[in-house]
């Protein structure tokens, strides 16, 4: 105690500034283990001292000696450096509204959005009284749920600054502010909303996604993750996608695009045999667009590119991004995708000295007179063979091993080509009435209809006594990701009136983004306003597992995971029909999947909860066509202090280089209990990885981004098992394949 004692007296004495003594009182209290003394804080501390240093300086060393006190023993030091930076950040703060003579939250209000940084639809929509009470929700020691990490990320990237970086948010004024975004136009109860998702976001049990913390309550409120777009075979079409994905790219978006109905490579043009450049070329300008349009000078931009397995450009597609080869048929910057049909992965299965034919789908259509590309499943099977068969269409044949080996070796090289089941997502497709799934996004976990855009007309018009050229287009289906995630090591999960409060909010302030957004293309606004299609998803999984002594290589893993998720899936349902009686169902309710019951029937929900909500959502209907996607969360789990995803941790405890300094990255709640429980990814036997995602995968109507973690031991033969283990379980889509000598790179536009 002495020892404690002598430690608080001596950081006093070296550091009074305003805030402090608090400050250290608070971390006494609240970490009393001998670990937690503020005598080691001290110790660390007075070897930063040097001559001269400024009390800002001070302050700083104080900050980074707690940072390097936390270890594996120690975890929760990164808590109380996660402190003593929200005091810093504070001083600064009180000196920049002090120098504008802001007091309150109206007065700050009014003055970011005279200087363009605060959007002014919510003093538009909101009463001073109505923000004065908003006010009184703050709950400032909310702040001591960060982590270092997590509070160093929020202040770095996401509360506001001004043009000259000063700060002028805290982060539980940025979760009011995007509380009050999202609550806007609702007709009642309203200030009560605003409680409600300012409490669920202040309390880390859901985070929004990156672009809907980033950018609502801002004058260009883009809030939604990532779109898919359909790329049609034309010049004009082609064009108009490359175009698409700039306007995205250009807002922060991730894109998703399928090429699979684009000719191959020496298919006619307008007759002219052997004219076709292939998908390869079109890709190279998708690639170079990436790289030109960056995103204000932060990230450029982000796009995956899907291609099917029985295309006849896929070998050349599945090296462009290896090492080797022609550089003129690369695409270092794109992110290579394949959509592969039941029959590819049975005859892997099978026997991989098998012939597979490659085609073009321009061909298929002359020769036929439709698009192979078109049909799903047993159809689908149908139609290829007879194409096979076929002496009027060209192949490229190969054996089913020489593709999977050019698979596997990208696959371990760069990380992908990411892995889309086409006929598994179209199965359980809700809404198979009104098209069908090409592809999936960025980060692969949306799976939800899609349509080309097609021009109808261009018309010379005068208009207002000048002559224009209105070019006319059917918009087809261009998705919207709108995403959020529960932070599942932070909730109580087998509560399930806790668990239907949260899951409730989380499902109508997605249903809310809708309506709030600022979309990039009108395409994108028509195809989310019919649909209402939002992604629900999970954080923190692992975490879940930990804190509750579960390991992930366990039925008793699977079992639970089985249980948990087919409860968020009836709560989310149940929410999304309430908001249907409230606010109306989704435009093409009526012969979905939803309405005649058939979604219930293909899971086998049969129990009296699920009749239950099975004839709410047929007498109600659905406020939304999708409703569940498990996203990435790389960032937002930082922010939460959870783990991302449905990833398990890469490492218990490790040091990050950053700036010039190792700030160390802990397993949330890292304990002795808990220890034994955070098992390394790539130590764990990737099957149970595989077979928790085919249980989740059932309960989860749209996909999931699951990594699969390998090792330098793992055989070819060991990694195209787990893809057929992955396809046998009925899971939908695979991210990345990460080996331990591989970096891949994060999607911060799904992070949610």
């Known amino acids: ?16 500034s305003p805030g402090m003594e608090a400050c250290l009182e608070g971390i006494e209290r609240d970490f009393p283990q001998e670990e937690y003394s503020l005598f080691w804080l001290w110790e660390k501390y007075n070897s930063f001292l040097r001559p001269g240093i400024t009390e800002e300086e001070k302050l700083a060393a104080m900050v980074k000696a707690a940072t390097e006190l936390t270890t594996q023993e120690a975890p929760r030091w990164e808590y109380i450096a996660a402190r003593l930076l929200n005091l810093q ?12 003579g802001i007091q309150g939250l109206y007065e700050k209000l009014s003055y970011l959005t005279e200087e363009g940084l605060y959007g002014d639809y919510i003093l538009k929509h909101y009463t001073e009284e109505e923000i004065r009470e908003a006010e009184t929700f703050l709950r400032e020691e909310r702040d001591h749920l960060f982590t270092y990490a997590g509070l160093e990320l929020m202040l770095k990237r996401y509360v506001i600054q001004t043009h000259s970086h000063a700060p002028l948010e805290t982060p539980q004024e940025m979760y009011l502010g995007i ?28 985070t929004m996604a990156t672009p809907t913390l980033s950018n609502a309550r801002k004058p260009y409120h883009q809030l939604s993750s990532c779109f898919i777009d359909t790329v049609p075979d034309s010049l004009e079409g082609i064009y108009r996608s490359v175009d698409n994905f700039a306007q995205v790219s250009k807002f922060g978006g991730g894109m998703g695009m399928y090429f699979g109905k ?37 990230r450029q931009g982000a796009v995956a590119v899907y291609l099917d397995a029985w295309h006849r450009d896929l070998p050349e597609f599945l090296q462009l991004r290896t090492n080797n080869g022609d550089d003129r048929m690369k695409a270092h910057d794109v992110f290579p995708a394949v959509c592969y049909p039941d029959l590819f992965w049975k005859m892997a299965g099978e026997n991989l000295d098998q012939e597979w034919h490659l085609m073009c789908p321009h061909e298929i259509w002359q020769t036929k007179g439709y698009h192979l590309e078109d049909f799903w499943g047993e159809e689908w ?8 068969e076929d002496p009027g269409i060209r192949k490229r044949t190969v054996l089913i091993k020489d593709l999977v080996r050019l698979i596997l070796k990208s696959a371990v ?3 992908t080509p990411f892995t889309f089941n086409r006929d598994t997502v179209n199965r359980a497709n809700p809404n198979g009435h009104r098209g069908m799934i090409y ?17 109808v007309s261009q018309e010379i018009r005068t208009k207002e006594g000048e002559t224009v050229v209105v070019t006319t287009t059917r918009p087809g289906e261009f998705v919207v990701c709108n995403l959020a995630s529960l932070s599942l090591g932070h909730l109580p999960v087998e509560n399930e009136d806790y668990m239907k409060e949260i899951v409730e909010t989380a499902v109508r302030a997605l249903d809310n983004v809708i309506d709030l957004n600022f979309y990039p293309l009108p395409y994108a606004r028509l195809t989310n306003r019919s649909y209402r299609s939002i992604g629900l998803g999970v954080s923190g999984y692992h975490h879940m597992l930990a804190k509750r002594g579960i390991l992930w290589e366990s039925e008793e893993h699977l079992a639970f995971a089985d249980r948990i998720f087919e409860t968020i899936s009836r709560l989310a349902i149940q929410a999304s029909s309430d908001l249907a009686a409230e606010k109306g169902s989704y435009a093409y309710f009526e012969g979905s999947d939803w309405q005649t019951g058939e979604y219930f029937r293909k899971r086998g929900y049969t129990s009296k909860e699920w009749e239950k909500t ?23 789990s930082i922010l939460a202090g959870t783990t991302a995803g449905v990833d398990p941790v890469m490492k218990r405890f490790f040091l990050e280089e950053k700036k010039g300094s190792m700030l160390p990255r802990v397993a949330p709640d890292l304990s002795v209990d808990t220890y034994w429980y955070y098992k390394n990814a790539h130590n764990i036997d990737q099957t149970f990885s595989v077979r928790a995602c085919g249980v989740r995968q059932r309960h989860i109507d749209q996909a999931q981004s699951m990594n699969l973690y390998i090792t330098n031991d793992y055989t070819m033969r060991q990694v195209l098992n787990l893809y057929l283990l992955a396809w046998e379980s009925g899971v939908k889509t695979v991210y990345y394949i990460r080996s331990k000598s591989l970096e891949v790179e994060e999607c911060e536009s799904c992070a949610s």
């Open 413 to 415: 090289e760069t990380g």
């Open 614 to 636: 099975a004839e709410k959502a047929a007498r109600q209907g659905m406020r939304n066509a999708y409703l569940l996607a498990i996203a990435p969360t790389s960032s937002t």
């Open 262 to 298: 684009v000719r191959a490579t020496g298919s006619s043009i307008r007759g002219f045999e052997g004219a076709a450049g292939g998908v390869i070329r079109w890709i190279r300008l998708v690639n170079d667009t990436a790289v030109a349009v960056d995103q204000l000078g932060m």
């Open 381 to 388: 099977e149908k139609r290829y063979l007879s194409c096979v």
């Open 179 to 206: 509380a009050l975004h999202l609550a806007m136009e609702e007709k009642k109860d309203r200030m009560k909303w605003v409680r409600r998702f300012y409490d669920m976001l202040s309390r880390m049990e859901v």
């Open 1 to 16: 105690m002495d020892r404690i004692k002598e430690g608080k007296e001596e950081l006093l004495r070296e550091n009074r």
């Open 89 to 100: 950040f504070h001083q600064k703060l009180e000196q920049e509204l002090k120098k504008r």
């Open 439 to 455: 592809c999936s996004n960025l980060c692969t976990e949306i799976a939800q209809n899609m349509g080309e855009i097609e021009t």
